[in-house]
């Protein structure tokens, strides 16, 4: 079994900044890919980040957060970090961890339980 912990999130002022940490952990032979979904209030979840792990790694963004949010990663730790800057109120959201697990043969995607971001003044 594989555990997403996150930590960060919480409530800033528009113009504000937060960190977003995710780290896996358990039966882990190799992680494909981690990265950010949100789900705004009355809204569907949508991707915001996401970072791959292989060699060569290549980062991805919604259109509405270039340049304000960065995704980064620590393949030692399992660990990815989404750094968001310059936070708009349609920001706000529950922002949810996902990562790709390659695990006993078999990819596999596994969710964290979601840490609220809330962008208001």
């Known amino acids: 079994q594989v555990q997403l912990v996150e930590s960060g999130g919480g409530l800033v002022q528009p113009g504000g900044s937060l960190r977003l940490s995710c780290s896996a952990s358990?039966?882990?032979?190799?992680?494909?890919?981690m990265g950010w979904f949100r789900q705004p209030p009355n809204g569907p979840r949508e991707m915001v980040a996401y970072?791959?792990?292989?060699?060569?790694?290549?980062?991805n963004y919604t259109d509405s957060v270039k340049g304000r949010f960065t995704i980064s990663r620590d393949r030692f730790k399992n660990t990815v970090i989404l750094q968001m800057n310059s936070l708009h109120p349609e920001d706000t959201a529950v922002y949810y961890c996902?990562?790709?697990?390659?695990?006993?043969?078999?990819?596999?995607?596994?969710w964290g339980q979601g840490t609220q971001v809330t962008v208001s003044s």
């Open positions: 970072i791959r792990f292989g060699v060569g790694f290549s980062a």
């Open positions: 996902k990562s790709s697990v390659y695990s006993a043969g078999a990819s596999r995607d596994y």
């Open positions: 358990g039966n882990i032979f190799s992680v494909n890919y």
